[in-house]
């Protein structure tokens, strides 16, 4: 019984997260939720309360997911050059690599209660630090252009998160072939 409650949950966060991503948080009911699992509205409260848990569960999940190897990389005993290579490359698979939860992290973070807003707001907090506390590292080793760490961390996620507006996996960059892209972009922009 677990095994299949575990996995309609995921069906139902997937349908969710797909809806939620095309149609906006806002304009997606539980009704359809359901109507597209083929079940009734009742029953998919049995799995969630209500959207919001939806909608805060599919994004803390990606966050804790990204933010526990990014934790990972940071902690490694490697240069810090391959720690922002291995950071850039994860970032970009991870975020480009799933059009819906981009767009979910980008746009609904306001659709969220204060309470949920906090704690994401608290991840991503530590995700900038993170790659802020590489690239200083960089920058004490005299590795860094004269470029402020802040404006290269934020150059960053922006040029990740953009890709939602133009990047396709199935188009004629693979997702391998943009991070390595990224990281020939970033790591020639801002290193000596």
């Not at 470029?147 to 188009?171: C, D, L, N, Q």
Request: glycine share 6%.
């Amino acid at each position: 019984m677990r095994d299949r409650s575990n996995s309609r949950q995921e069906q139902i966060e997937k349908i969710g997260a797909r809806l939620f991503a095309s149609k906006g948080y806002r304009s997606t009911s539980m009704r359809e939720i359901a109507g597209e699992l083929g079940m009734t509205q009742s029953s998919l409260y049995y799995y969630f309360k209500g959207k919001e848990e939806i909608l805060f569960k599919l994004m803390n999940d990606a966050m804790d997911d990204a933010l526990e190897a990014m934790e990972q990389i940071f902690s490694a005993d490697s240069p810090p050059e391959e720690k922002l290579v291995q950071m850039l490359n994860f970032y970009t698979r991870y975020y480009a690599g799933d059009r819906d939860r981009e767009i979910l992290l980008l746009n609904e973070m306001s659709s969220l209660s204060e309470p949920n807003r906090r704690i994401l707001i608290e991840k991503q907090r530590r995700y900038v630090q993170l790659f802020y506390d590489i690239l200083a590292e960089l920058k004490n080793l005299g590795r860094l252009k004269e470029i402020h760490p802040s404006v290269a961390t934020f150059a960053f996620f922006g040029m990740v998160h953009y890709t939602v507006k133009w990047y396709r996996k199935e188009g004629p960059v693979g997702l391998d072939g943009l991070a390595d892209m990224f990281v020939e972009i970033f790591t020639r922009g801002i290193l000596l």
